[in-house]
Every structure is written in structure tokens, then in C-alpha cells.
């Protein structure tokens, strides 16, 4: 064996190692926004963009030392999204991303003239007439989350510590899935396979796919490479070498066959039995995806849409529904147990309300939306803490938005109030930052004050969001088409749980960190997961709860 004299092994090492640091220094400078946007624990980093810098911010060092822009001024963000939104479509990495995890062509991965007939379709489904009728089947599932807490406590002191996250999780994806898409995952069995595998797939899938962010940029055109078969070959290899890879493909692999048997199942009826055989079905097919497929069977040939694309919306709309409302609920229950003044109001305002009622009557879907305290609490936690932090959009030729705030140039000195984009540029929009500019909502813009919705003239903001001015659901022609089904969702979710329990915090702060949506971890106890410990205690007069049985299956 002949072994390299230390001379000449020496230099060797050194130059790898200068390479090596060389690499990592390019690296970090080339990415040093990247990284401040994705950070986990950069929520201030978001939250401070218009205060520190100003609404319109330059990012440097971007990929190959390209500059990125951060964008919260009311004008550029209306300009982006609405009247030049065809110059700024979603980034080419996250349509990728997305065609691949929904396995198809679905809204959230295609543009232009495609998106405006998908969301034709979606937008359908998703109208408040439409939602309400869904009252029903929103109440089963949350009576299944009432009856299973009230279990976990019963014969035990009052104050309880439960993971209300786990909860808030389950009763999110039965509800999305009852629904949506009219499948039961069984959620609440404790022993549910089908919820296991299908919840621990659709949380990881984004982020294993976020891992892979080097080769983000060529999935777009890696998912059409054709012939199939070497595609899948290659992924295969690819699998074999990178376990992230393997993950990713596993977590899709075990989401696409539910959707494709929902689907067969609801064609094999309406070939059957027509549009009344959907009655047959899970939700007695007051589904969304049954009045979707229907609509879609119904529809003249031009506007129909291929199978692949109904599965991919399926996907959509469940990943959409997930974990931005589970998200929410959890900060909205963590808010109400510190603040036992505010949940004492909410509960009174139900109470009254249900007094009107006859015994065992629920409230309506108007009843519901018009209490005016739940209404302003919602609407403050999802302005103050938006669970979607910013959005990447790019710009494909060279365009010049309006400024509400005007900026100084950079060479002249000049104060202006239009900017040119360049083609190429990166755009992020800071939503959940928007929604904190002292220059929208005043100086106490970043404090929980849902008295500020109580007052119709602090509504009135200049930003050109969808819900309320705030920035929570976009706006434009991607707007979150799953809006009204969220908001009315959050307040009977929240409503059934305040009636039935009181809640009271736990000494240990929870930290609410950046991920697909904000996700709460325990100080101290981050290894353990996303959790949100609350003490709960039933309250007397709602002891005798109804247990609901799940949804049937087809
Ligand atoms: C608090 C709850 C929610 C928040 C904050 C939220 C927010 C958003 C945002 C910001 C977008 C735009 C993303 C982008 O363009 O990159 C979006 C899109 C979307 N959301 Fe939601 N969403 C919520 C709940 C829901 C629910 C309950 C559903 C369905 C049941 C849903 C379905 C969708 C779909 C399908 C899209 C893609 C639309 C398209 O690409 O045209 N969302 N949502």
C-alpha cells in the first residue's frame, strides 16, 4: 500500500478546506435573504420589514447575487396582484412543487387563461350560499372533537393539560375531508391508520419538499419530461441516493390513491345512477369535490376538466384547508386562555345567542357569522397573526408599479412614486407584514385589539386584501378561494368549544415559529413537535354532549 508523504497531503487538505469555505462563504452571501426568509424563528425578521425598511425593501444576495424585493406598500401590492397580476405569475419552483404533490395540473400550479377556468370551477364551490349548506356536516365533525375531549377529561380533576394542536389537527383534516372531498380519515380513533398516514403525508410533503430547494428551480420541468417511464426511473435512482427524496415520494404516493378512489367511486355512481346517485355518498354528497365532479360531468366538452386536473384540485383544496386553519385555531384557543376577560365576552355573546334558540337548535350559518365579538376576535387574530407569512411571486418582463409610501432613488436621491421591476426579479410579498404596517392600521398595529373591528372606521385599510383590507387570504386572481368555508369553519369550531369548555393557560410559553403555516412549539420542549398545551375543564350545563357519529364511506 503506498501511503502520500505529509508534504504532499498537506496541501491538498488545506486547498479542499479553502474550497470548502470558499463555496460555503458564496454560498451564505448568495443566500444570506433566503435565509433570513425561511428562518424558522424569523417571524420578527417579517413582521419588522415596513418599520425598519420602509415598504418597498431591496433583498441582497439573492441566487448568483441576484437582488430580490420585499414588498409591502398598499399601490405595488395592488398592482402585483390585480391589474398586472399577469406579469407576476407564482414562482416557477413552488408551481413545480405543487404539480408534483398534487399529481397534475391543479390551480395551484398553473397559469393565465388554465387558471382562470379552474378557479371557475373552485370558486363555484366556495360561495357563502354554497358553504352554508355545509353547516351540517361542520357541526357533525366538530360534536365528534366535543365528545372525544370531553372523554379525554372525564372522571379527572377540572384544568386538565391536553395537546389542543393534535386535536385542532384531527377535527381540521375530518373536516376538510368530510367536507371537501366527502371521506372520512377517522380522525378521531386514536388507533386510525388512515388518519396517520394520510395527515403525517400531507404535514411533511411541503417541507421534505422545501428541503430540496436546489433542484426546486427544475421540477417544473422535470414533472413534464417524457418518456414517463425514465422520469420515474430517474426518480427512482434518484430515491435510492437521497432519503428526502424517498420521503417525498412516499408522502405523495400514500395521498394520491385516497384522492383516486374518492374520484373513481363518485364516476362510477353518476355513470350508474346520474347526479342522484351522489346522494349516496360519504356526505350524502353535499360535498364540495361531489358538486365538483358533477359540475364537471355536466359541463359542455370545452370547459370540462380532465381527470388529472380534478384530482390535483382535489389535492389543493385539502392541503389548502389544513394546516392554515388548524394553525389559526390553536392561537385563537391560546389567546382565549390568557385572556379570560375576552373569553367570558365570547362565551356570554354565544350564550345569548342560543337562548334565542329552541332547546338543542344550533345556530345558523348567518347567526353565527353576524356575532359581532367572535366576528372582530377572528378577524384580529388572523390580521395580527396571519398564518401565511409571505408569498414568492416572479416578474416576467420589465414592469412599473405604483408606490402608496413614495421611496428615495438610489442614484438620483429623488423621492419617487412609481418603480420599475425588472424582468426576472424576485418578488416577495410580506402579508404577514402588511398586515402590521403602522402605516395601515396605526401605531398600535402590531397589538391584538379586536375592538378595532367594533369600530367601522378603523376597518377601512389601504390594502387591497380580499378579507377585511388584510392580506391573510391574498387577493386577486389567486386569492384563497377557501375563505368563507375557513372563517365560518374557525367561528363553529370555536364557538362549539367555548360553550362546552373553558380554557386556561399553562405555564410553559409556547413559541410560534415559521414553517408551512405558524407552528407552535413548546419553549424548551421544541424535539417534541408542534403542540399546544391548554387546561381545559367542561363546562356543567353542555356536561351531557352528543356524541356524532362519523360520516358513512362509499
Ligand atoms: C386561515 C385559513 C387560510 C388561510 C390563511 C389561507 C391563505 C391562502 C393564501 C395566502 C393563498 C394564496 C397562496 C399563493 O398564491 O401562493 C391560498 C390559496 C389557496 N387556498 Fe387558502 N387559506 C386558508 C384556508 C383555506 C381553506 C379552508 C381552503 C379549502 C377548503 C383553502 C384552499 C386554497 C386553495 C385551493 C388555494 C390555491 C388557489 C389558487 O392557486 O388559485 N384555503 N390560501
Same mark, same amino acid.
Given at each position: 500500500?503506498?501511503?502520500?508523504?505529509?508534504?504532499?497531503?498537506?496541501?491538498?487538505?488545506?486547498?479542499?478546506?479553502?474550497?470548502?469555505?470558499?463555496?460555503?462563504?458564496?454560498?451564505?452571501?448568495?443566500?444570506?435573504?433566503?435565509?433570513?426568509?425561511?428562518?424558522?424563528?424569523?417571524?420578527?425578521?417579517?413582521?419588522?420589514?415596513?418599520?425598519?425598511?420602509?415598504?418597498?425593501?431591496?433583498?441582497?444576495?439573492?441566487?448568483?447575487?441576484?437582488?430580490?424585493?420585499?414588498?409591502?406598500?398598499?399601490?405595488?401590492?395592488?398592482?402585483?396582484?390585480?391589474?398586472?397580476?399577469?406579469?407576476?405569475?407564482?414562482?416557477?419552483?413552488?408551481?413545480?412543487?405543487?404539480?408534483?404533490?398534487?399529481?397534475?395540473?391543479?390551480?395551484?400550479?398553473?397559469?393565465?387563461?388554465?387558471?382562470?377556468?379552474?378557479?371557475?370551477?373552485?370558486?363555484?364551490?366556495?360561495?357563502?350560499?354554497?358553504?352554508?349548506?355545509?353547516?351540517a356536516l361542520f357541526y357533525a365533525v366538530t360534536r365528534q372533537l366535543q365528545s372525544k375531549l370531553a372523554t379525554a377529561v372525564a372522571g379527572k380533576p377540572p384544568g386538565q393539560v391536553v395537546d389542543m394542536f393534535d386535536y385542532l389537527t384531527r377535527t381540521t383534516l375530518e373536516l376538510?375531508g368530510t367536507?371537501?372531498?366527502?371521506?372520512t380519515f377517522n380522525s378521531f380513533d386514536d388507533k386510525s391508520k388512515a388518519f396517520e398516514?394520510?395527515h403525517?403525508?400531507?404535514?411533511?410533503?411541503?417541507?421534505?419538499?422545501?428541503?430540496?430547494?436546489?433542484?426546486?428551480?427544475?421540477?417544473?420541468?422535470?414533472?413534464?419530461?417524457?418518456?414517463?417511464?425514465?422520469?420515474?426511473?430517474?426518480?427512482?435512482?434518484?430515491?435510492?441516493?437521497?432519503?428526502?427524496?424517498?420521503?417525498?415520494?412516499?408522502?405523495?404516493?400514500?395521498?394520491?390513491?385516497?384522492?383516486?378512489?374518492?374520484?373513481?367511486?363518485?364516476?362510477?355512481?353518476?355513470?350508474?345512477?346520474?347526479?342522484?346517485?351522489?346522494?349516496?355518498?360519504?356526505?350524502?354528497?353535499?360535498?364540495?369535490?361531489?358538486?365538483?365532479?358533477?359540475?364537471?360531468?355536466?359541463?359542455?366538452?370545452?370547459?370540462?376538466?380532465?381527470?388529472?386536473?380534478?384530482?390535483?384540485?382535489?389535492?389543493?383544496?385539502?392541503?389548502?384547508?389544513?394546516?392554515?386553519t388548524s394553525?389559526?385555531l390553536a392561537r385563537f384557543l391560546t389567546i382565549v386562555a390568557e385572556d379570560s376577560?375576552l373569553q367570558q365576552?365570547l362565551r356570554a355573546?354565544l350564550q345569548?345567542a342560543k337562548a334565542?334558540k329552541?332547546p338543542g337548535e344550533d345556530l345558523?350559518?348567518?347567526?353565527?357569522?353576524?356575532?359581532?365579538?367572535?366576528?372582530?376576535?377572528?378577524?384580529?387574530?388572523?390580521?395580527?397573526?396571519?398564518?401565511?407569512?409571505?408569498?414568492?411571486?416572479?416578474?416576467?418582463?420589465?414592469?412599473?408599479?405604483?408606490?402608496?409610501?413614495?421611496?428615495? !432613488?438610489?442614484?438620483? /436621491?429623488?423621492?419617487?412614486?412609481? *418603480?420599475?421591476?425588472?424582468? $426576472?426579479?424576485? #418578488?416577495?410579498? %410580506?402579508?404577514?407584514?402588511?398586515?402590521?404596517?403602522?402605516?395601515?392600521?396605526?401605531?398600535?398595529?402590531?397589538?391584538?385589539?379586536?375592538?378595532?373591528?367594533?369600530?367601522?372606521?378603523?376597518?377601512? !385599510?389601504?390594502?387591497? /386584501?380580499?378579507?377585511?383590507?388584510? *392580506?391573510?387570504?391574498?387577493? $386577486?386572481?389567486? #386569492?384563497?378561494? %377557501?375563505?368563507?368555508?375557513?372563517?365560518?369553519e374557525m367561528k363553529l369550531i370555536l364557538s362549539e368549544l367555548l360553550l362546552a369548555f373553558s380554557f386556561d393557560p399553562v405555564s410553559e410559553?409556547i413559541?410560534?415559529?415559521?414553517?408551512?403555516?405558524?407552528?407552535p412549539?413548546v419553549?424548551?420542549r421544541?424535539?417534541e413537535g408542534l403542540q399546544v398545551p391548554v387546561r381545559i375543564t367542561v363546562l356543567q350545563q353542555v356536561n351531557n354532549l352528543r356524541g356524532a357519529a362519523p360520516v358513512r364511506?362509499?
Open positions: 500500500m503506498v501511503f502520500a508523504s505529509h508534504d504532499s497531503v498537506f496541501p491538498l487538505i488545506a486547498g479542499s478546506c479553502g474550497l470548502i469555505f470558499l463555496v460555503a462563504a458564496m454560498f451564505k452571501r448568495w443566500n444570506r435573504y433566503l435565509l433570513d426568509l425561511h428562518n424558522p424563528d424569523g417571524l420578527d425578521w417579517h413582521y419588522s420589514m415596513p418599520e425598519k425598511y420602509g415598504h418597498v425593501a431591496r433583498l441582497k444576495g439573492g441566487f448568483f447575487g441576484a437582488d430580490a424585493l420585499y414588498i409591502t406598500d398598499p399601490a405595488a401590492l395592488s398592482s402585483i396582484l390585480i391589474r398586472q397580476q399577469a406579469w407576476f405569475p407564482e414562482s416557477t419552483e413552488f408551481a413545480g412543487l405543487f404539480g408534483i404533490v398534487h399529481s397534475g395540473d391543479g390551480v395551484a400550479s398553473v397559469k393565465g387563461r388554465e387558471h382562470r377556468k379552474q378557479r371557475k370551477h373552485m370558486n363555484a364551490l366556495f360561495t357563502a350560499n354554497r358553504v352554508s349548506k355545509l353547516t376538510v367536507a371537501g372531498i366527502g371521506h398516514e394520510f403525517g403525508a400531507i404535514t411533511s410533503v411541503l417541507p421534505l419538499g422545501s428541503r430540496m430547494f436546489l433542484v426546486l428551480p427544475f421540477l417544473e420541468s422535470w414533472r413534464r419530461m417524457k418518456p414517463v417511464w425514465l422520469r420515474r426511473t430517474l426518480a427512482s435512482i434518484a430515491a435510492f441516493f437521497w432519503p428526502t427524496v424517498a420521503k417525498f415520494r412516499a408522502a405523495i404516493y400514500s395521498m394520491h390513491p385516497v384522492y383516486v378512489q374518492i374520484y373513481k367511486a363518485r364516476q362510477r355512481l353518476l355513470e350508474e345512477g346520474g347526479s342522484a346517485a351522489l346522494t349516496e355518498t360519504a356526505a350524502d354528497g353535499k360535498d364540495l369535490m361531489s358538486s365538483m365532479i358533477q359540475a364537471n360531468w355536466d359541463a359542455d366538452e370545452a370547459d370540462k376538466m380532465p381527470d388529472d386536473v380534478v384530482l390535483a384540485n382535489m389535492g389543493s383544496i385539502v392541503h389548502g384547508g389544513q394546516e392554515t394553525s389559526s376577560d365576552k355573546e345569548n334565542k329552541a345558523d350559518y348567518v347567526e353565527i357569522e353576524k356575532l359581532p365579538i367572535l366576528d372582530a376576535v377572528v378577524r384580529e387574530m388572523l390580521r395580527v397573526y396571519s398564518p401565511v407569512t409571505f408569498i414568492w411571486r416572479q416578474t416576467t418582463k420589465d414592469v412599473v408599479v405604483p408606490l402608496t409610501h413614495p421611496i428615495r !432613488s438610489t442614484t438620483t /436621491g429623488e423621492e419617487i412614486n412609481e *418603480m420599475l421591476i425588472e424582468q $426576472g426579479t424576485a #418578488v416577495y410579498l %410580506g402579508l404577514a407584514a402588511a398586515n402590521r404596517s403602522t402605516a395601515v392600521w396605526g401605531p398600535d398595529a402590531s397589538e391584538f385589539k379586536p375592538e378595532r373591528w367594533l369600530n367601522r372606521t378603523q376597518t377601512e !385599510s389601504k390594502l387591497p /386584501g380580499a378579507y377585511s383590507g388584510m *392580506m391573510t387570504f391574498l387577493s $386577486g386572481a389567486k #386569492v384563497c378561494p %377557501g375563505r368563507i368555508f375557513a372563517i365560518f410559553p413559541d410560534w415559529k415559521m414553517g408551512i403555516a405558524i407552528e412549539r419553549r424548551g421544541e424535539k364511506e362509499v
